[in-house]
């Protein structure tokens, strides 16, 4: 977390307070003490404890007492309880009221660390989700597109300066970089606002009906043009007209949208006169556009008219430090479609996606993130939520080396210490990573240390 947890100790035996500060303090743990719940929760207040740790029997009320008046304050804050006098009707009542776990005295230390750990862990995912919430709320984005990486401040105040101007555009990137949202976000930027945005994928019109469907056609122009109809720059007058994958238009109607381009006029197929239409002309393509003019694939006249200005959309893979806010943002989104109630990914999760290459960029994602949401439902996105190419993805860095020769036992010691060494020691993401669970690291971690000993 980059920060000791702090935890709070609420227990009227003074043995009992010394006996818990000296062994939190050796985990590691920064700890406050209280004697009476009056004082618990005063302190709760004063030092915002990550996790409290309370006797169920204090002189002035019950833990289970403090427990609701402490989630009052902070209603996800860890609470573990301890009692001399545990029974199974009083940790019902205990997890009912939301304590984190119920421990019974004497005290089992190695329970008390996982339980810990697993609080630690809580906390961890709590505060980089309000955090991504922090940068959300901050409007880390612009307009529809999200990101507070330089490459994405550089892109929106490209946006800016194009919203105030009425040229022509071409966009690049490749596919699921977020180009039309770019348009739309020009769109919104200029003049032409209240006006049409009419978004064409050049690509998915069928094949001789490209030309009817920019243009328009009149009745009987072709078999099954049973009516007039107005093509797409007409429907886009005093608007703004996108048109996605230009490369993938055939060059003979890459010379007729030029000549539109050069003097604003349609005709519609089998029409006679020609209509003036006012229609600003923003093009993108997925494709490097000096590759796709030597491919014969864009007109280098239609790229000359267009490329008044470029806009370069980076991949997600070049920008990766954008990945973690992209997915509380897309978590949000979903959580709405779906009525679902995720609070965010776990750290281990966000580390994956983040080293992932994303050949889909932001689009992937986003597919990647609603099937999360819609698997997980509450609570926080885990590695089990994500596709199996996503949860078999390398973390990058991760690269540990085991000697030739060496046995299993070693071999797994290995895994286990290197691992910790790239997490800083969280044992919690540890056991999530490596498929074990805490008990098991602490015990593996105790034998090292007596076989170094």
């Given amino acids: 977390m980059g920060r000791a947890l702090k935890i709070l100790v609420v227990d009227d035996e003074a043995a009992m307070r010394e006996v818990l500060e000296m062994r939190l303090g050796q985990w590691g743990y920064e700890v406050h003490v209280a004697e009476t719940a009056a004082e618990g929760l005063a302190t709760a207040r004063s030092e915002a404890p990550d996790a409290i740790i309370s006797d169920v029997a204090l002189p002035d009320q019950s833990g289970l007492e403090l427990v609701g008046a402490l989630r009052e304050i902070d209603a996800e804050r860890p609470v573990i309880l301890i009692t001399a006098y545990g029974t199974i009707d009083a940790a019902v009542e205990a997890m009912k009221l939301g304590a984190l776990d119920f421990l019974t005295k004497p005290l089992d230390y190695d329970k008390l660390a996982a339980t810990l750990e697993a609080a630690a862990g809580e906390v961890e995912r709590r ?170 694939r864009l007109r280098q006249d239609l790229y000359y008219r267009l490329n008044v200005f470029t806009v370069a959309l980076q991949a997600l893979r070049e920008r990766a430090v954008d990945v973690a806010l992209l997915t509380q943002h897309f978590i949000h989104r979903f959580n709405g479609k779906h009525g679902a109630s995720v609070r965010g990914a776990s750290p281990d999760v966000l580390e994956r996606l983040a080293t992932f290459g994303w050949p889909g960029n932001v689009r992937e994602l986003r597919n990647v993130v609603e099937r999360a949401v819609i698997l997980a439902r509450e609570g926080w996105i885990e590695r089990t939520h994500l596709p199996p190419y996503l949860r078999r993805a390398p973390v990058a860095g991760s690269g540990i080396t085991v000697p030739a020769g060496a046995t299993a036992a070693e071999a797994e010691r290995i895994l286990i210490v290197e691992t910790l060494k790239r997490l800083d020691n969280n044992k919690s993401r540890a056991a999530r990573e490596l498929g074990l669970d805490v008990k098991t690291i602490r015990s593996k971690l105790k034998s090292y240390a007596a076989q170094e000993g």
């Fill in 127 to 296: 505060t980089e989700a309000r955090e991504l919430d922090t940068r959300l709320a901050g409007q880390s984005g612009f307009m529809e597109l999200v990101g507070g990486s330089p490459e994405m401040h550089e892109l929106y105040e490209t946006l800016r300066v194009l919203g105030g101007s009425d040229a022509a555009a071409l966009l690049t990137g490749e596919s699921g970089t977020g180009k039309e949202l770019a348009a739309r976000s020009i769109h919104a930027l200029s003049r032409r606002a209240e006006g049409p945005f009419v978004a064409v994928n050049s690509a998915a019109i069928p094949e001789g009906l490209t030309e009817s469907e920019l243009f328009g056609h009149e009745k009987g122009a072709f078999t099954g043009a049973s009516g007039r109809r107005a093509g797409f720059f007409e429907q886009a007058h005093e608007g703004t007209l996108f048109l996605d994958e230009i490369s993938e238009m055939p060059a003979l109607l890459q010379a007729k949208l030029l000549r539109v381009l050069e003097d604003g006029r349609v005709r519609r197929v089998g029409g006679a006169r020609e209509r003036q239409v006012d229609v600003r002309v923003l093009a993108a393509t997925n494709l490097d556009p000096e590759d796709a003019i030597a491919r014969k």
